[in-house]
């Protein structure tokens, strides 16, 4: 059976939905602060890394497949320390 697009973002946002709560559980109470940039950089990090990979170290071809400027992709491989 082919996934659908929609699927695919229905499948990543329950990932994501579950992994919320599992941090938040984890947390045993205690305040989160900034929940949102947490999130927000540790996708975009492990996304850039992943796709870099898959494409052997491409940078440009990763920031066509992210549809980000090559410039903003570079930036942000230079500011998680990823690896290219």
Not at 64 to 78: A, M, S, V, W
Request: aromatic content about 4%.
């Amino acid at each position: 059976m082919k996934k659908t697009l929609k699927n695919v973002n229905t499948s990543i946002s329950k990932i994501i939905k579950n992994e919320t709560i599992a941090y938040i559980d984890k947390m045993n109470g205690q305040g989160v602060n900034n929940l949102h940039n947490l999130f927000i950089s540790e996708v975009e990090k492990s996304l850039i890394s992943t796709v870099l990979k898959h494409l052997n170290g491409n940078v440009t071809k990763t920031a066509d497949y992210l549809g980000i400027n090559r410039g903003t992709l570079i930036k942000r491989i230079k500011e998680y320390g990823i690896s290219a």
